[in-house]
């Protein structure tokens, strides 16, 4: 980066400044992950002069005959890697591309049935937060509060009495699989789309470690960062006969042209999912989780649901007698990064909920094994107990960060 350096020393010392945070910390933010030096690279070419509105074929600017084709090797990774019919490679983020199967097939007012924000669902589903829950009538199902699971006797019951448009299946904190043929049996009795939202899991179903739902959804949207290792963009995968219904919503429904840039990150991502060390990759993270889950439950955590399956551990804090947000203040002190948020039953506000979320997604492409499990529960664990003791929590960001020099960061020299 010789020429950002020269350029705008300011903007390039912050880059290496985060660099430098990235690589001393135990990143575990359960949407966060690190991308390889390709993506990277790929991001950050000539790609992003280009102004490409339309799509392949169909562009309303000359001059796209390298965009076309990077456009579409995108498409077709998409489509080998996840065996779907129809791929868009072109919404900005995971919220564009959720709005945009709201445009495709439904209109204000019309009804929608998903899985409740504060029982780990999305904003994008329904949330009265959110532009979903404003120009919709949003009705949420939630978790069974005995077993913290999904119920699907009380989806069908909510689905069959609310005949909703679009029937949402996905979420952005619940820690176990989905059973996508229980959601499509429902969505086919109460003859609606079954809209899955995947973008938490994507990279688990990609490598083999999570159930595909795309055989069963009519359409699945997904980000393509998070499990899936590529950069900040989205995609949606949905049936033929849906095709010209979600392109037109994309575009020009909702955006402009593309993020050339992003797409070639995009289709280098997909190329490294196609690749048999991702699943390796995949089933660790799920590894990762359930070791990590299984040492924070030996001391004292509440993991809500009892433990997790996927990616991500949500933990109440109440039994601890510490609400999220002060133990994620302290958790990032002693150097280990991950969000407070909400959970099931939740009795306190949005901005300081009483539980905590986190992932081992970042940490498993870094190389972190079982044995790092142990450690980071270890640390967990003490600094909960000395959430105002910001010398303790610094002694432990510094054996924090002699860990992680063992473990360099993907894309980072």
């Known amino acids: 980066m010789s020429a950002l350096d020269r350029n705008d020393p300011e903007v390039f010392k912050l880059v290496k400044s985060e660099e430098a945070y990235q690589q001393s910390t135990i990143r575990m933010i359960a949407s966060e992950n690190y991308t390889s030096k390709a993506v990277l690279e790929a991001c950050g070419t000539v790609f992003q002069n280009k102004y490409s509105e339309g799509y392949p074929g169909a562009r309303f600017y000359q001059g796209q005959v390298n965009c076309d084709a990077m456009e579409l090797l995108a498409i077709e990774r998409a489509k080998k890697l996840f065996g779907a019919e129809h791929a868009n490679v072109q919404p900005y983020s995971g919220s564009p591309a959720n709005l945009a199967v709201y445009l495709a097939f439904a209109k204000p007012g019309d009804t929608v049935l998903g899985l409740n924000l504060s029982h780990g669902g999305h904003l994008t589903h329904g949330s009265k937060a959110s532009a979903t829950g404003k120009w919709f009538n949003a009705v949420h199902y ?15 019951r909510l689905a069959l009495e609310h005949k909703p448009k679009l029937l949402i299946a996905g979420h952005s904190a619940y820690p176990r699989q989905l059973d996508f043929a229980k959601f499509r049996a429902i969505a086919d009795e109460a003859g609606c789309i079954l809209f899955v939202d995947m973008a938490h899991f994507a990279g688990l179903v990609a490598g083999g470690a999570h159930d595909n739902p795309v055989p069963y959804a009519d359409v699945v949207t997904t980000t393509t960062h998070k499990t899936l290792r590529g950069p900040r963009g989205a995609m949606i995968l949905c049936k033929e006969i849906h095709a010209k219904a979600i ?8 955006q402009g042209g593309p993020h050339n840039a992003t797409t070639a990150g995009i289709a280098v991502a997909l190329g490294e999912a196609l690749k048999p060390e991702f699943s390796t990759y995949a089933k660790n993270v799920v590894a990762n989780a359930k070791a990590l889950a299984g040492e924070l439950t030996k001391k004292g955590f509440k993991l809500v649901t009892g433990g997790t399956d996927n990616h991500l551990i949500l933990i109440d804090l109440t039994t601890k007698g510490v609400p999220g947000k002060p133990a994620a203040v302290a958790l990032e002190k002693a150097g280990i990064v991950l969000n407070y948020n909400t959970v099931p039953g939740e009795t306190r506000k949005p901005s300081d909920p009483s539980g905590i979320r986190l992932g081992t ?9 079982i044995s790092e499990m142990k450690k980071i529960a270890d640390w967990m664990d003490a600094a909960v107990a000395h959430v105002e003791d910001d010398a303790f929590l610094a002694g432990i960001a510094k054996e924090v960060a002699a860990l ?10």
């Open 142 to 156: 939630s978790l069974n509060p005995e077993t913290e699971l999904l119920d699907y006797d009380e989806i069908r």
């Open 247 to 254: 392109d037109k919503a994309v575009f020009p429904g909702l």
């Open 361 to 369: 997604p970042s940490i498993t492409s870094r190389g972190f094994g």
């Open 404 to 413: 992680c020099a063992g473990f360099p960061v993907p894309g980072i020299e």
